[in-house]
């Protein structure tokens, strides 16, 4: 009942405008890509907004991660637009170390991704396990994040939620920059995003100092990421969220010793408290911490990974045991949904969703479909 009052309530400005005589569309389920074209195997992860599963469309055996975002959910926390947003970067986004998205459909009470399968876990998971990466390993993921958000950069878009849990590893052990959930688009060189967002130990100081953020957000980012690849923790960690504050606008970075000179002087610079003294990423490429790395052969995936990440599927017993597993597995079996069709398509819809990679936005009812 509730949700009926949260869907009543969706923007009108969000809305698509759209007549009952008008085609299907894309998205209804019917003749189109929709929830029913996909079986779904597994519950993947959740984050702050979204739930993720492995899916395969129906009859083909090709695996897919299905991200879903409630509209309710999204509209009561004010988050609608930062899902309209991921999906815009996300519809545009073609870059090797960027989760590439296939389909987003809607159905009315959800919003629907299908991108990459990542079967290597997130760097989150891999760290946890490994508690640190040698400096060889952290030297080429944190390489290959960086010409991400190059390149995300390059499409006047800041990220600003880079963290281990959002870097995904692919079939080859490559990583992938997933999560647009806080991204911010039509951000140029001079230009500054407002809102105060992002995960409290990967914060950037001029955050904290309700400054607004700009693309060197990204790159202090990039550094918290090094730091907690070399380290174990993110800078200045601590469970005291006003202590961790504290250090974050104005302590000094304590560096242990195992770390090497170039590790070291590349930490400091990218963690620099003052974004305009921050090291830019085109200096961040010729540091000596990057040395004799050959950045258009790391580019074109032409470098293998020091070592293979892999997913999790031999301790299935660990995973038994565990609470929360547990608890995914259920949500997921209870999973349901219901498309679009000729009685609900007015229904909640927000404007221009749908996307099928390679096709135009809306090409009329032909490919791949239940
Ligand atoms: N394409 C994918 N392949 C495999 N796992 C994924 C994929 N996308 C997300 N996940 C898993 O789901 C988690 C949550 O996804 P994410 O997009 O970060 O959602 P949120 O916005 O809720 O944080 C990730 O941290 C990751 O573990
Ligand atoms: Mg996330």
Redesign the pocket.
């Given at each position: 009942m509730k949700e009926m009052q949260a869907r009543a309530e969706l923007p009108p400005d969000e809305v698509e405008e759209m007549k009952n005589s008008e085609p299907v569309l894309m998205d209804d389920g019917i003749k189109g890509i929709g929830f029913k074209s996909f079986d779904i195997q597994e519950i993947?992860?959740?984050?702050?907004?979204?739930?993720?599963f492995?899916c395969r469309l129906k009859g083909q055996d090709q695996d897919?991660?299905m991200?879903v975002?409630k509209k309710a959910f999204l509209y009561r926390n004010k988050h609608l637009k930062y899902a309209i947003t991921?999906c815009n970067i996300l519809k545009q986004a073609d870059h090797p170390f960027v989760?590439k998205m296939h389909y987003s459909f809607q159905t009315p009470d959800n919003l629907y991704m299908i991108?990459?399968?990542?079967?290597g876990?997130?760097l989150?998971?891999h760290l946890n396990k490994k508690q640190i990466f040698e400096e060889e390993e952290a030297r080429f993921f944190i390489a290959e994040i960086i010409l991400a958000i190059e390149y995300i950069h390059s499409l006047d878009v800041i990220y600003r939620?880079l963290k281990p849990?959002?870097i995904?590893v692919d079939h080859d052990g490559h990583c992938?920059l997933?999560?647009f959930?806080l991204a911010k688009e039509n951000i140029g060189e001079k230009d500054f995003a407002k809102s105060f967002c992002g995960s409290p130990a990967y914060l950037p100081p001029e955050m904290l100092h309700s400054k607004g953020v700009s693309k060197a957000a990204d790159i202090y980012q990039i550094g918290a990421v090094l730091y907690e690849f070399l380290v174990g923790f993110p800078p200045y960690y601590t469970e005291n969220i006003k202590e961790l504050y504290n250090s974050i606008r104005s302590a000094k970075l304590q560096v242990p010793k195992y770390i090497s000179r170039e590790g070291k002087d590349l930490l400091n610079q990218l963690l620099s408290k003052r974004p305009d003294k921050r090291i830019t990423i085109e200096k961040v490429k010729l540091h000596d911490f990057f040395k004799g790395l050959d950045w258009d052969k790391l580019a074109k995936k032409e470098l293998k990974p020091p070592i293979m990440l892999k997913g999790d599927d031999d301790n299935l017993s660990d995973n038994e045991a565990n609470e929360e597993y547990l608890f995914m597995k259920q949500q997921e079996s209870k999973f349901k949904d219901r498309d679009y069709n000729a009685e609900n398509q007015l229904q909640n819809r927000l404007k221009q969703f749908t996307f099928i990679a390679g096709a135009e936005q809306r090409p009329g009812p032909q490919p791949p479909l239940n």
């Open positions: 993947l992860g959740h984050g702050a907004f979204g739930k993720v492995r897919f991660a991200k975002l991921e989760i991108l990459d399968f990542c079967p876990c997130d989150a998971y939620d849990e959002n995904l992938r997933a999560d959930g």
